[in-house]
């Protein structure tokens, strides 16, 4: 009897620390919400991994602009600005300070998240894929276990398809075996030719 009283304990226990744990976690403004830093030059990557962290506290229709700004009387608008102010905290904690000082001002988490969109999502791409192509392609085992250069390679692979994702379309596969000679040209250039 004295055992089971004790294991409920524990039970009850770990789930009041699991739950005040999620809260903090939840409410922490000085939390970063994935490794991924936003720079100039990773946007699709930070987007992902940002949209991933907020999808798992149930905070993506501020991303989207789906949860709406309630009236300034209403007694939901408090409750709203808390939670909106915690995710702009949480955005501006994943960018650089450079690019986190150009958004601090804005009046709502919604409006960084269009500018960023709008300012870095087609931005260096070619750079960024001419990059993973070189990685890919200069990728070896050097001793690591087979399953570890896999997963290098499959993490490549899946960021080179998110800046080209898969088309019929005759255009956009013009353009791509354009630019794949070009990458070809610089990747055999010689180091003196490393900034071009």
């Known amino acids: 009897m004295a055992e089971e009283n004790s294991s409920s304990s524990e039970a ?8 005040s744990t999620l809260s903090e976690v939840d409410v922490n403004p000085n939390q970063r919400l994935s ?12 987007s992902r991994a940002v949209s991933l ?25 408090e409750s709203w600005l ?4 915690l995710v702009m905290s949480w955005l501006l904690n994943s960018m650089e300070r450079k690019l986190a000082e150009i958004f601090s001002y804005s009046e709502s988490s919604f409006k960084p ?38 997963g290098s390679m499959k993490s490549m692979w899946n960021e080179l398809e998110m ?3 898969y088309t019929t379309e005759a255009s956009v596969l013009l ?19 490393e900034d071009l």
Not at 82 to 85: F, H, M, T
Not at 130 to 150: A, E, H, M, R, T
Not at 175 to 193: C, N, P, T, V
């Open 12 to 19: 009850e226990n770990s789930q009041i620390f699991s739950s």
């Open 35 to 46: 490794s991924v830093v936003l720079n100039e030059f990773n946007y699709l990557p930070w």
């Open 53 to 77: 962290a907020l999808g798992g506290r149930s905070k993506l229709g501020f991303k989207y602009g789906s949860i709406e700004v309630p009236n300034t009387p209403s007694p939901t608008y």
């Open 82 to 85: 808390c939670k909106d102010q």
């Open 113 to 150: 998240w269009e500018t960023v969109k709008e300012m870095y999502s087609n931005q260096n791409n070619v750079a960024r894929v001419f990059q993973l192509k070189k990685d890919i392609s200069n990728l070896q085992q050097y001793g690591k276990p087979f399953v570890q250069l896999l």
């Open 163 to 165: 800046y080209r994702p």
């Open 175 to 193: 353009k791509r075996a354009e630019e794949d000679k070009i990458f070809q040209l610089l990747s055999s250039l010689d180091s003196g030719y």
